[in-house]
């Protein structure tokens, strides 16, 4: 087994966190340099023929790409902790946590990111500037739901830490690049909470 | 129980054909208007804060919004014909499948249409159509990609009918609005299976 990683990057850190809450050790990880377009080599397509990290290589030699897919075969090789819920109620409660936070708040972060920061262009080209800016305006607006949800409920899938927790944190500490801090902005309940899932062990993966 | 789907949007029409393709009848549905902003008054928002649709009311009253997340709900009371797969590895592997039609030819084409075509101008602001134009060309590429798997394998995830399989339909439908036909594209494994999927009783919803 084998985890295709790229340092910095947002998703294949949700998958080093994911793997970490588990207590799971012994996964070699190797790094795919994106700067360098190493994604887009033939080596790395034969692998994942989208281009896309995170991948994980599997015992049998087949390979797995897509954040949360890793993450779901993961959970049902080691059920325990369990981050996507047991059963498909809650499932389903959890994986809609999910994705709101990577669709309404990784998304539009990621798209002012990659279209806006000149560290980025080799990555997505062509970067549109004005349509990465209006993006973080989306992103906010996620941002500030979620600081109301986090006033009422401690985790963001509601009473227990899961993959929706990894996926926002992951989000926040990215959105670094897009001077985006919370408590910039106002919204100290999602500050606490980034805070208090930073000081976890997972956090420092 | 209740359906909130929106007539000609491609997301609540993937919940659609899911239930059908369960055989499941008798969800009351509700029809939201898009081009009314009915999504976004104070009373649907209730149900749904992010204003998304389709949302599911559950019999018990609370909503769940998100097509994957309310279809996981669904195949966990109805589990059969399962679509999402029964074991951590099958669902790893239909998860895949059907995020890489989410991501890499839904969303792209979904922001070509919303950023272009002016009849989608209410419901996105402000449109950037040079950005939604270059988007075109990455949902095609996941097209090319999407043809070569069909020319080696009957469906989406593999061997037999998924959620993928409805997602990539919804997908290719939607896209009738940007001018994308499989076959004028020379995608001829994908408008075969396109076609073939068209003839299920579930393609009418």
Same mark, same amino acid.
């Given at each position: ?135 973080? $305006? ?45 408590? $910039? ?9 980034? $805070? ?10």
């Amino acid at each position: 087994m084998r985890l295709y990683i790229a340092p910095r990057a947002p998703n294949p850190r949700r998958v080093q966190m994911f793997i970490a809450e588990k207590g799971i050790t012994g996964i070699p990880e190797v790094a795919v340099d994106l700067n360098a377009q190493e994604h887009r080599s033939e080596a790395f397509r034969a692998r994942s023929p989208l281009a896309k990290v995170p991948a994980l290589e599997l015992p049998d030699g087949r390979v797995l790409t897509e954040t949360r897919a890793i993450c779901t075969w993961i959970e049902g090789r080691w059920p325990e902790p369990d981050l996507m819920g047991r059963t498909g109620e809650e499932r389903a409660f959890i994986e809609m946590a999910d994705r709101r936070i990577e669709w309404y708040f990784m998304l539009p972060m990621a798209q002012c990111i990659r279209h806006t920061h000149p560290g980025l262009a080799p990555l997505e080209q062509p970067q549109f500037p004005d349509f990465g800016a209006s993006q973080r $305006d989306k992103a906010l607006d996620t941002a500030r739901w979620l600081d109301a949800e986090l006033q009422r409920q401690p985790w963001v899938a509601g009473e227990r830490f899961s993959i929706a927790d990894i996926t926002a944190f992951c989000t926040v500490e990215f959105a670094r690049l897009a001077r985006f801090k919370p408590a $910039d902005e106002g919204l100290g309940a999602l500050q606490a909470w980034r $805070d208090r899932v930073a000081e976890r062990a997972s956090a420092r993966v």
